[in-house]
């Protein structure tokens, strides 16, 4: 029982399943850990052990095959996300005391399915930047190296997962918060199809540009917590319905991808470390070598930064202009400048990028039908220290605003295609790398399914959790 947190997803839901584990001790083993690590990485600031327990006691009044697909296993929740009776922030002073009356609907999915939420997860101030701290509960660590970021948004749950703190935790992506994260982290971040995981109630339901997605330590178990996240509710205007059990099949069926197209820069709209460029350049050639047919050829995405950039700050007037307006001197330099510039634009600006957006859309849509899946760097850099709010310049490349070393990333979001990051390797100093990969439109079942080939050729699944590292010039 000492050693629950080690075990894989699957198969502690299988365990919860044949009643050889109680929800209660995966709890505590979960509880236990996070007293364990989570002083050196302040991944879980917020813990909510007695609304758990309870959950607890009602999933263990019913057999064990009437608990749900999640059987009792704990999971933690972004601290971007609504949950019922729990101290919920967004990373902002604004909100520092703010305990919802009703979760999101994602948190009500995962609780009907057998899932436990034990606690919230670090996150920057509305999510914004890649880096993950706040003024409310600071900084976040990465376990490999405490002295570094974990990157963000999703910093919290990217740490909790590679440390053993959870199983399964929940993020959300704009411009690569799930992914970001879990290449720096060594973990699995999947970025859905927009509307594939409902969420709200939110302000604009009809935006398509940011996600709630999983997390996890491996491709089969992100497939199993997809397939709990996945599907139609009335509340959500742009969810779908998904048959029960598509993901995880998917992925317990694993095969490789027959042609694929690598690019490390996606035609150089980004600058890209020159390890992370070799770590991820060694990673395709062992898909090369394993009979794949790989392309070095990528969609035109030259539009995509001014696109990215118009419509972001549109969305920002539209979901915190009111904070703006209400709570300037609380927000932080970084949300002040994607309002305020969210605000000054007028039409014709928006209409232009919506447009190079569509036009990006089904260019990439021909280019994945004559490739099974599109591969890139998930993050252009290794993870950097601490003190750093981001990454401001790469091999004498200044980026325009404080979001674009996330670019590599931000591009796919306006293609609307499903992407994750998978661990490819290693820096010679032994931070983890992430691979991206981007499947094809709704093609989330076949992108888990080569995922996970890909993941078993690398061979590199296992490698979490870990215990934290102390920074390397100590």
């Known amino acids: 029982m000492e050693e629950l947190w080690r075990r894989s997803a699957r198969d502690m839901v299988a365990a919860l399943r044949r009643g050889d584990v109680r929800p209660v001790d995966a709890i505590e083993a979960s509880l236990a850990r996070i007293a364990t690590v989570d002083p050196l990485v302040n991944a879980v600031p917020t813990l909510c052990r007695e609304r758990a327990l309870a959950h607890a006691a009602r999933l263990e009044s019913l057999p064990p095959d009437r608990r749900g697909p999640l059987a009792g296993l704990p999971v933690l929740v972004k601290d971007l996300v609504d949950v019922q009776g729990v ?27 057998g899932g436990i939420v034990l606690g919230k997860t670090n996150t920057p101030e509305f999510g914004a930047g890649a880096v993950t701290f706040n003024e409310v509960f600071g900084v976040t660590s990465n376990p490999w190296d405490t002295g570094r970021t974990p990157g963000g948004s999703s910093g919290g749950s990217a740490v909790a997962l590679a440390t053993g703190e959870a199983w399964l935790a929940t993020g959300s992506d704009l411009g690569g918060s799930l992914r970001t994260p879990a290449s720096f982290c060594g973990i699995v971040g999947f970025r859905p199809s927009p509307a594939l995981v409902p969420t709200g109630p939110q302000p604009d339901p009809f935006q398509t540009l940011a996600v709630d997605g999983p997390m996890a330590r491996d491709v089969r178990d992100l497939a199993l917590f997809l397939d709990v996240m996945a599907g139609h509710e009335s509340r959500d205007p742009l969810s779908f319905p ?55 050829a990528t969609p035109d995405f030259r539009e995509a930064t001014e696109a990215f950039t118009v419509l972001r700050a549109a969305q920002y007037a539209t979901n915190s202009g009111p904070l703006l307006e209400n709570h300037r001197d609380k927000l932080k330099p970084e949300v002040i400048w994607n309002i305020e510039k969210g605000l000054s634009l007028d039409a014709g600006t928006i209409g232009k990028a919506a447009r190079a957006r569509g036009d990006l859309q089904r260019h990439a849509a021909a280019f994945l039908a004559d490739h099974e899946l599109l591969l890139t760097p998930a993050a252009i850099v290794p993870p950097f220290t601490h003190g750093i709010r981001y990454l401001a310049e790469l091999n004498g490349y200044r980026f325009p605003s404080y979001i674009d070393w996330v670019a590599i990333a931000y591009a796919i979001t306006l293609t609307a295609l499903p992407a994750m990051s998978i661990p490819c390797g290693f820096t010679r100093s032994g931070l983890p790398v992430g ?3 981007v499947g094809r ?24 959790p870990i215990d934290p590292k102390p920074p390397a010039s100590t």
């Open 87 to 113: 101290r919920t922030t967004y990373g902002s002073p604004i909100w520092q005391d703010h305990v919802p009356e009703r979760s999101d609907v994602s948190v009500e999915r995962i609780e009907a399915a």
């Open 242 to 296: 998904v048959p029960a059990g598509t993901y995880a099949s998917a992925a317990a069926a694993a095969r490789l991808p027959a042609r694929i197209a690598f690019s490390t820069d996606l035609g150089g709209i980004t600058p890209v470390d020159a390890e992370v460029a070799e770590v991820c350049g060694t990673a395709v050639e062992k898909l090369r070598q394993a009979g794949i047919a790989v392309a070095e």
């Open 435 to 437: 691979l991206q990969l």
């Open 441 to 464: 439109p709704r093609g989330e079942a076949g992108l888990l399914q080569q995922a996970a080939a890909i993941e078993d050729l690398f061979g590199l699944a296992g490698r979490v």
